[in-house]
């Protein structure tokens, strides 16, 4: 058996630094004027699609790595380089991950290239699943998805919310009730392809955000939306199957329909993305950090660099720690997903909590060691700032995931 190691392999480490120059190059120039646009920054996909980064291959290869640790590798260069334009690059693959977690092998082959494209014509893929009633109450969802058996359709109707690409996506993966009295267990998820949007699929308000501003935020509005029975994830026989174990279940009180499990259509797809939302949250603290500790050894007051008063470095050196601390709880969430370790405290939590914490954490004291220069948009710490505020919200907020964490650890039924 080979010693423990924490080195990268070499495959690892190429994919890193190719990753890092495309950040460095493409990235980090475009940040500042895409986040002031707040618009999707087409030229950037496009670029990524022709490099190979916006591609299914990328993310399919990065999904094999047994270490579990490419995609997060992935996920912290992207988002060293910016947040707001990584989120417009990777958002796809949060709705590819809920067709590979809830369909069937022929669902996943058609969709999921579908949803990147070429690098040619590049396409766009959404996962919705929050609403304006149903955030962290996943349970509470009033989106419905009714079977027509005469014609062999789904009609659904709802409204979506706070949905990256929604709206403009040419493939929304769209999660419904489909027996409001299971609540989360009476959920399932349906894939919609481009032929619908304007026939019963249609983009509401879009949103102007605190921070990643170059991810387009937006409603999705489902308006008697009839769908082939085939757009339904997994198929019409796995989902009565699962249906009608939940209402036997529930009939002899074993189950009250809300508590989070892999079976459940949304629940599968945010354990499995957990660990890369961390990885982002841990690119964004790590550019920050570094960005500052520059600063601090350049920036000269009453004689000597200011990372000589134990004020400015005492700070740094927090910095590091939780950043290397976040890092390693992410590496270690992907590292169980991928070999069907079961997160038995909630270790997929632990990483997204721990990490949006720390890169708010982070990126504040950034600002504090740049002083003024922090506050002002001529210096890219305060957009740091901006866009980690968002990991300890989406994606289960950390309440959210101290409630899973909570339960995993005492046994306990905690509300």
């Known amino acids: 058996m080979p010693g423990f190691t924490l080195e990268l392999d070499e495959d690892q480490k190429t994919l890193q630094t190719w990753l890092h120059e495309f950040a460095t190059d493409v990235i980090r120039p475009a940040a500042a004027e895409w986040d002031e646009r707040e618009q999707t920054p087409w030229p950037i996909i ?7 980064i916006y591609s299914v291959d990328l993310f399919a290869s990065a999904r094999e790595d047994q270490t579990g640790l490419s995609l997060p590798i992935t996920m912290e260069e992207l988002f060293w380089g910016d947040a707001g334009i ?4 990777v958002g796809t693959t949060l709705a590819a991950a809920g067709v590979v977690a809830n369909g069937t092998v022929e669902q996943i082959v058609e969709w999921v290239p579908a949803m990147f494209g070429t690098q040619t014509d ?20 009033k989106t419905t998805a009714v079977y027509d058996g005469a014609s062999d359709e789904w009609v659904l109707n709802g409204v979506k919310t706070w949905i990256t690409n929604g709206g403009i996506a040419d493939v929304h993966v769209v999660v419904a009730a489909v027996d409001p009295a299971l ?4 959920q399932a998820s349906f894939v919609v392809g481009a032929e619908f949007t304007g026939r019963g699929l249609s983009q509401g ?18 308006s008697d939306l009839r769908i082939p029975g085939s757009c339904l994830l997994g198929g019409k026989d796995k989902l009565d199957e699962r249906l009608a174990r939940a209402r036997e279940r529930l009939s002899t009180g074993g189950i009250d ?11 599968a797809t945010f354990e499995a993305s957990r660990p890369s939302v961390g990885a982002q949250a841990v690119g964004i603290a790590r550019a920050a950090y570094e960005y ?8 000269v007051q009453f004689g ?13 050196a927090d910095m590091k720690t939780r950043l290397d601390a976040a890092r390693l709880l992410v590496w270690r969430a992907a590292w169980m997903g991928r070999n069907n370790v079961p997160y038995t405290s909630g270790e997929g939590s632990m990483s997204k909590l721990f990490a949006g914490e720390a890169a708010v954490d982070i990126t504040e004291k950034a600002i504090q060691i740049l002083g003024g220069n922090g506050y002002t948009r001529d210096y890219p710490v305060e957009r740091w700032h901006r866009d980690a505020k968002i990991y300890t919200i989406f994606e289960g907020t950390s309440e959210i995931q101290r409630l899973i964490i909570s339960r995993a650890i005492s046994g306990h039924k905690i509300a």
């Open 122 to 141: 590049v396409k766009l893929g959404a996962l919705a699943v929050s609403e304006p009633g149903a955030g962290s109450d996943v349970s509470a969802m």
């Open 205 to 222: 308000q879009k949103f102007k955000k605190h921070g990643v501003r170059a991810s387009h935020t937006a409603e999705v509005v489902l």
């Open 292 to 299: 500052s500790l520059d600063y601090a050894k350049d920036r």
């Open 46 to 52: 496009q670029e990524a699609a022709r490099a190979g």
């Open 86 to 89: 990584g989120l417009a690059i």
């Open 304 to 316: 000597r660099p200011i990372v000589e008063n134990q004020g400015i470095a005492f700070m740094l």
């Open 257 to 267: 329909g809300s508590s989070g499990t892999r079976s459940q259509a949304a629940m």
């Open 183 to 186: 609540k989360a267990r009476g």
